[in-house]
């Protein structure tokens, strides 16, 4: 993907900012400075999407705010920008050569600016990427963007009442010489948009930690194809979870090898296709040993049955939310603790990071702590909910930061205690009884789940914004709820006819305006006549399902 156009010049890794000609930011001491200083950490679509928002703001626009961001990697994307699985443990990012989108593009994309006309509906990762640089560039965000910088620790400054940043740059540009020195600088405003599909969450399955040790396992965000020597040394492997990347690597080995392959997942009934070939049974409940001469081991589900002859797995097991630069082991009041928080009611006075879930947030975005910790409205976290569209999400979010940063006062902290607390209690009452998880972690692990609540929450908050996005237009449309809802059917109609060879055909020209229709009713008329193509082929859709909602998949 080297190829792809970039209007970067390669060796650029810092630019100067607009509204900041030296290129410098966070340097304001003055606790009353009219020029108030923002640090977005990310430069991933989080992170863009503050960046584009921020523009539109009228402080922006009249000097009275700057910004950056922070990116650790040499260009934008986040999960989007490819990298070998060997270039860091754990890779940067779990891209495999096999991914395209789990939602249509039409729903995906950032509003008001689509996907180009005849664009795959399920696009690779490559032509998401460029859409997210022809984003940037479209808004001119790369000013704002500082590449291999990785951020170190944020620390609250009680004295400046800002935040202090600690960055290092992780690659020197070409022609200049200097140490990978530490500098910090100070915020008014820090958005958190660092990604959370990282730090891989490994089950605390009986046995499994053997089978890593020795070389018989892995997690599938260092997956990347098929042609890895565990892979195709194997003769049997097993893949375990049902999320969007598990279901796709189970799908890339069964059709692009001839090994045997077994899917487990929660729920799973035992079934035998391709002649025995590919199985599907339920989760897995102990990893028995592991025949090293022979090469294959044996696990045990949890219907009593056993499966024998496995000589790799593949953990597609989820990933964790993970704050290193607000974790800092040697401080004596970290911002974020690593923890189960405490059984509500009351909320907790400090801001607990359980790798599932971060809390107290108001709205998913702000931390409700002290009163003598720091504003709630100088910090907020960009892009924890998950099972969601998260683009247009991300957006409805920044929106709300700003807001509340130009304004704190706008912020009930009282309601939104409120707020979490029935929300504690309307979760911890759906959940059946379980000996697999205490009950604090089985809320943690549904706290950032919405799926079909993620239309109301963008809709509340761009209520909450006010103003023009309080209007019915910038309410989520109907037909992007409809496609959301029947998107496993979408993608299986979309696959058979890519396999058919004629998915081209069916969007060339889509999105061009030029049937008389604005370009995204043309995309919305495509989908319905795929799904009244699949009624009128009979085409045999099988139920969707990416698995249990209990973490990042």
């Not at 600088?185 to 089950?203: F, I, K, M, Q, S």
């Not at 965000?221 to 049902?242: E, M, W």
């Not at 790799?312 to 009041?333: H, N, R, V, W």
Request: glycine fraction near 8%; proline fraction near 10%.
């Amino acid at each position: 993907m080297s190829d792809l156009p970039n209007p970067l010049v390669d060796s650029q890794t810092t630019a100067p900012l607009e509204n900041n000609p030296d290129g410098k930011t966070g340097v304001t001491d003055n606790v009353d400075s009219p020029v108030k200083d923002i640090c977005i950490i990310g430069g991933g679509p989080s992170g863009l999407a503050a960046l584009r928002i921020l523009h539109d703001h009228p402080l922006y626009k009249a000097g009275r705010w700057r910004a950056v961001a922070y990116e650790a990697r040499e260009d934008l994307g986040g999960i989007w920008l490819p990298a070998p699985a060997d270039t860091a443990d754990p890779p940067f990012t779990p891209l495999y050569d096999s991914l395209t989108t789990n939602i249509v593009h039409p729903t995906m994309g950032y509003p008001g600016f689509p996907f180009p006309p005849s664009t795959p509906l399920h696009p690779p990762a490559s032509t998401v990427l460029k859409y997210l640089r022809d984003y940037a560039a479209h808004f001119n965000l790369y000013p704002h963007l500082q590449f291999n910088t990785l951020v170190q620790s944020v620390k609250w400054d009680k004295s400046r009442k800002k935040w202090q940043v600690t960055v290092r740059k992780t690659k020197i540009a070409p022609g200049l010489s200097g140490e990978y020195a530490d500098e910090t600088l100070y915020y008014d405003l820090v958005v958190v948009a660092n990604g959370h599909y990282r730090l891989p969450r490994y089950p605390s399955t009986p046995g499994l930690k053997a089978w890593l040790d020795s070389g018989h396992a892995t997690h599938s965000v260092y997956y990347r194809n098929t042609s890895h020597p565990s892979i195709t040394n194997a003769r049997t492997i097993l893949v375990v979870g049902a999320g969007p990347s598990g279901l796709d690597i189970s799908s890339d080995l069964r059709t692009g090898t001839s090994k045997n392959v077994v899917h487990s997942f929660s729920g799973a009934k035992n079934e035998d296709l391709d002649g025995g070939r590919f199985k599907t049974r339920p989760r897995v409940k102990e990893f028995l040993s592991f025949d090293a001469a022979k090469g294959e081991g044996t696990v045990l589900f949890e219907d009593g049955t056993t499966e024998s002859g496995i000589s790799y797995c593949i953990l597609a097991t989820g990933y964790q939310d993970s704050f290193p630069f607000l974790e800092p082991p040697s401080s004596d009041s970290p911002p974020v603790e690593v923890g189960i928080p405490p059984a509500v009611p009351p909320l907790p006075p400090k801001l607990y990071n359980s790798t599932y879930h971060l809390f107290p947030l108001a709205k998913h975005i702000w931390p409700l702590v002290r009163p003598d910790s720091f504003p709630p409205s100088s910090l907020a976290f960009l892009g924890l909910p998950f099972r969601v569209i998260p683009f247009p999400l991300v957006e409805a979010q920044s929106r709300a930061i700003f807001k509340v940063f130009e304004d704190p006062s706008s912020l009930d902290v009282a309601r939104e205690a409120v707020e979490i607390v029935s929300r504690y209690e309307e979760i911890s009452k759906s959940l059946p009884p379980s000996d697999l998880y205490p009950r604090e972690i089985a809320i943690a692990q549904l706290w950032h789940f919405l799926d079909e609540e993620q239309f109301d929450y963008c809709d509340a908050l761009h209520e909450f914004v006010g103003g023009e996005y309080a209007k019915p237009e910038w309410k989520v449309p109907g037909w992007v709820k409809e496609f959301y809802e029947k998107k496993f059917v979408i993608r299986q109609v979309w696959r058979e006819l890519v396999k058919r060879g004629v998915a081209d055909d069916w969007v060339r020209g889509v999105g061009e305006g030029k049937s008389g229709k604005d370009g995204m009713t043309e995309w919305v008329d495509l989908m319905r006549k795929m799904l009244k193509w699949a009624e009128d082929e009979k085409l045999v859709i099988e139920a969707g399902s990416w698995g249990s909602p209990k973490t990042r998949l």
